[in-house]
């Protein structure tokens, strides 16, 4: 399943819990495309920051460093 697949099923989902009550099964797969979702948006975030790079005034350029 891409992840626009996800993101439709989470919305449709939602729709329907707006409609009714979700049975057991479908509330379960929300909460699971939900963490899905949320995983990949922090693992995208993730690999956005361990790519930054910071070029200092001397020229030099330095890789961002995590904070403790």
Do not use: C, F, W
């Not at 379960?28 to 693992?43: D, N, P, W």
């Not at 975030?45 to 460093?65: C, F, H, T, V, Y």
């Amino acid at each position: 399943m891409t992840m626009d697949e996800t993101i439709a099923r989470i919305n449709e989902l939602y729709h329907l819990s707006q409609q009714r009550m979700l049975t057991d099964d479908e509330k379960k797969e929300q909460t699971e495309l939900r963490q899905k979702y949320i995983a990949s948006v922090r693992g995208n975030l993730k690999a956005q920051l361990d790519n930054i790079e910071i070029e200092r005034p001397d020229g030099s350029i330095e890789k961002l460093k995590k904070k403790l």
